[in-house]
Structures are given as structure tokens and as C-alpha cells.
T-cell receptor, first 111, second 116 residues
Framework: QKEVEQDPGPLSVPEGAIVSLNCTYSNSAFQYFMWYRQYSRKGPELLMYTYSSGNKEDGRFTAQVDKSSKYISLFIRDSQPSDSATYLCAMSAGGYQKVTFGTGTKLQVIP | GAVVSQHPSWVICKSGTSVKIECRSLDFQATTMFWYRQFPKQSLMLMATSNEGSKATYEQGVEKDKFLINHASLTLSTLTVTSAHPEDSSFYIC????????????FGPGTRLTVL
């Protein structure tokens, strides 16, 4: 079993839809949870960063962490074609421990 | 803030030559830098962790004599692919951890290496 599981997609949604992206994990030591967006042939860009359980909102993006279920989510409201990219979840135990990435979910927002 | 640059952004070389890729943190000090490679439609694969002033720690299966890493300062790490072969062709991405925020990695834009 992989430490971090993420559905690779692809996920296609119409413009304006609410997108839900998810990851599950097995390592209970993970405390820091990140979402990265990666456009084709570019490096990943940090979108959201959360510590422990709870919700965090930034504009159209909301990150949720449920440590009891070992489940994290990223919601995108009012999705735009420019949101089309691969979204990677990532997590670590902190303290300079290495970050473990999901395989990424490819999202396509159709105009 | 938290900008990481890589140079070059793409490189084509002949088989058997060596290629050096630079990773710089532009506006923060990075005590730790990471090197990844990414194949098409796959996720990031961690190659090594580089701490300033010390030897890099390589992941299992990564040849340290082939992928030389130097982290000479708090803002610069280099990856040298020695005696490159076509199977080394990949997208190489570095990331850096800020000394002030050690739980988040900031990524460079990547370097696409093609070995002929």
C-alpha cells in the first residue's frame, strides 16, 4: 500500500462547477498537508498549506484535513479553464522530514 | 516571496557528456534543498536531499556517483548528471525549504534534459 493514495483522473468538469480533489494516507505521523498545482512542463506551485486537522480557505480554494480518517480534500469553487492542471497532494511529519507526494489528479475545466 | 529558480530550463546533450543544473533560492535562505525527477504523466520521484555544507542523502536506487549534488551555500544547490545516457532524459525539479518555514517546499520551474 502506498503511503499516499490519489486518484489520477483525469477529471473533466464544466466551467463554473465545484471541483473536489482528494487524497488518503496511511502514515499517522503526517502533520503538514499541502496542495500543489502543476501545469504541463512546469514545476509544482504551492496552493494551500495546512497544519493538522481543519479547514483553510483562500479565495476559490478550500483545503480540508480530517486526520481521524486520514483524508484530505481540496475544493475549487467556480472552476475556470485556467484551473486545468495536475493537482498534487503532499504531506510530511514536519521538522525537515521529507515530503511524500500523491501521484496527482489531472483536472480539465471545459469552457 | 519564496521564489526558486533553475538553470537551464532545458538542455539537450550528447550521450556520454555531463550536464550541470543549478537551483537557487532567490529571496530566502534554504538550509535544505531537494532534487526530484519526473517522467511524463507520473508524479515526482525524490532523488536526494541536500543540506548546506554536508553530503547529500540519496534515495534508494539513485546512483550517487552518477547524480552529483553540491549544496555549497544557503541559496545554491547543483545537480550534475555525469556521463548522461538517453535513459537519463527526464524533467528534473528542485525544491527548497526556507529556514523560517521548514515544513513547506517551494519548487523551481524544472529543467528538461534530453540526452541524444
Amino acid at each position: 500500500q502506498k503511503e499516499v493514495e490519489q486518484d489520477p483522473g483525469p477529471l473533466s468538469v464544466p466551467e463554473g462547477a465545484i471541483v473536489s480533489l482528494n487524497c488518503t494516507y496511511s502514515n499517522s505521523a503526517f502533520q503538514y498537508f499541502m496542495w500543489y498545482r502543476q501545469y504541463s512542463r512546469k514545476g509544482p506551485e504551492l496552493l494551500m498549506y495546512t497544519y493538522s486537522s481543519g479547514n483553510k480557505e483562500d479565495g476559490r480554494f478550500t483545503a480540508q484535513v480530517d486526520k481521524s480518517s486520514k483524508y484530505i480534500s481540496l475544493f475549487i469553487r467556480d472552476s475556470q479553464p485556467s484551473d486545468s492542471a495536475t493537482y498534487l497532494c503532499a504531506m510530511s511529519a514536519g521538522g525537515y522530514q521529507k515530503v511524500t507526494f500523491g501521484t496527482g489528479t489531472k483536472l480539465q475545466v471545459i469552457p | 516571496g519564496a521564489v526558486v529558480s533553475q538553470h537551464p530550463s532545458w538542455v539537450i546533450c550528447k550521450s556520454g557528456t555531463s550536464v550541470k543544473i543549478e537551483c537557487r533560492s532567490l529571496d530566502f535562505q534554504a538550509t535544505t534543498m531537494f532534487w526530484y525527477r519526473q517522467f511524463p504523466k507520473q508524479s515526482l520521484m525524490l532523488m536526494a536531499t541536500s543540506n548546506e555544507g554536508s553530503k547529500a542523502t540519496y534515495e534508494q536506487g539513485v546512483e550517487k556517483d552518477k547524480f552529483l549534488i553540491n549544496h555549497a551555500s544557503l541559496t545554491l544547490s547543483t545537480l550534475t548528471v555525469t556521463s548522461a545516457h538517453p535513459e537519463d532524459s527526464s524533467f528534473y525539479i528542485c525544491s527548497a525549504m526556507s529556514r523560517d518555514n521548514p515544513d513547506t517546499q517551494y519548487f523551481g520551474p524544472g529543467t528538461r534534459l534530453t540526452v541524444l
